[in-house]
């Protein structure tokens, strides 16, 4: 199985990468990407194995999409006039929606709509490819009680979503059918008190243990010494970014600062015992999908020479234009379907 700490560096370089574009031609590559390594997830993951498969979303992506899409189009439109290519034009005495209704506001809203698209089906792809369980992993141990409430915030929806489908699949039994608002009243009620029950019993569970009624460690003199001395320097560093000649020493002094932090927090972390019961391997696959990833975040980020970083924008106003294309860029951008060429060496165990 891919280790989690790659999926978590692909995850951010595929937020980067289309973080950092407007073009639609880079747009529609990161999106196919995604696509492919989804169904990749879909196919080669078996059904019983995969701790989220029940947890079916009960909306499917394309109208996700379509959603997203169509409001941030509509939205873009409503509030920003500008553009060549009018389409029609509204009453200038209503506030803020008053005036031309543009094709290029139309076509930008609904980039912005790929975007947020493209950001959530990222996280739907890691919550498919990584179990709950690992991705509280991540949390560090000084914040275990913000991990315990984590793992209940998880495990929230997919449960409801399974009461839901439960739900619906008794009434369905009973003959009931969706045809209007007043038919969701008898799923809508059972799943409320349904949520509410559990919720009863998680707080009882919970206080039978004696969740946060001792136990956490205490922060010493020494933490809080690093923690303020990361913040100060983080805060210096910001400080310093803003002025033209201290770029450099900004950015050094916010590496500090984020290092001193991460020190905190993992002497911290050690006061609280850890019980792990099956250790990830770093394998070959997982250097070859981490090289990638961190080479899609270095072509992005880092001023490159030999790139054209001007293709990521996107210039639609005034008037609509081609946009253009960097090959190079386009290649690296493929590094996300990585994972799909080693995703079929996957155990049923697994």
Request: glycine residues 6%.
């Amino acid at each position: 199985m891919i280790h989690t700490y790659v999926w978590v560096i692909w995850l951010a370089a595929a937020i980067v990468s289309l973080s950092s574009t407007r073009n639609p031609l880079y747009l529609v590559l990161i999106l196919l990407c995604l696509a492919i390594v989804n169904n990749s997830l879909a196919s080669r993951i078996p059904q019983g194995n995969n701790p989220n498969a029940s947890a079916k979303f009960p909306i499917s992506p394309l109208r996700i999409a379509i959603m997203l899409v169509g409001l941030s189009a509509l939205f873009n439109a409503a509030i920003s006039h500008y553009g060549d290519t009018i389409l029609f034009r509204v009453p200038d005495w209503i506030p803020l929606l008053g005036g031309a209704i543009t094709l290029e506001a139309l076509i930008y809203g609904a980039i912005n709509g790929l975007v947020l698209f493209g950001i959530f089906w990222t996280f739907m792809i890691l919550n498919q490819a990584l179990p709950a369980r690992k991705l509280l992993r991540l949390i560090p141990r000084a914040f275990y009680p913000v991990a315990v409430v984590t793992s209940i915030a998880i495990s929230f929806v997919p449960a409801t979503v399974r009461h839901y489908h439960q739900i619906r699949e008794a009434q369905a039994i009973r003959g009931h059918r969706l045809r209007g608002v007043r038919d969701w009243i008898p799923l809508i009620m059972p799943l409320l008190v349904g949520g509410l029950e559990r919720a009863l019993s998680l707080a009882e569970a919970m206080t039978a243990r004696g969740f946060a009624s001792g136990g956490q460690a205490e922060n010493g003199f020494r933490e809080r010494v690093l923690l303020l001395l990361g913040i100060l320097m983080m805060f210096v560093g910001w400080i310093f970014r803003l002025l033209e000649n201290w770029y450099l020493p900004g950015s050094v002094l916010i590496i500090l600062g984020a290092i001193l932090i991460f020190a905190m927090l993992w002497t911290v972390g050690r006061k609280i015992p850890r019980s792990t019961y099956v250790r990830e391997h770093w394998k070959l696959r997982d250097a070859v999908i981490l090289m990638g990833a961190i080479l899609i975040l270095v072509f992005i980020l880092v001023p490159l020479p030999f790139l054209n970083k001007l293709t990521l924008s996107f210039e639609i106003y005034p008037s609509l234009n081609i946009p253009g294309f960097d090959p190079l860029i386009g290649v690296v951008i493929v590094a996300l379907l990585l994972p799909t060429l080693f995703l079929r060496r996957e155990l049923p165990n697994n």
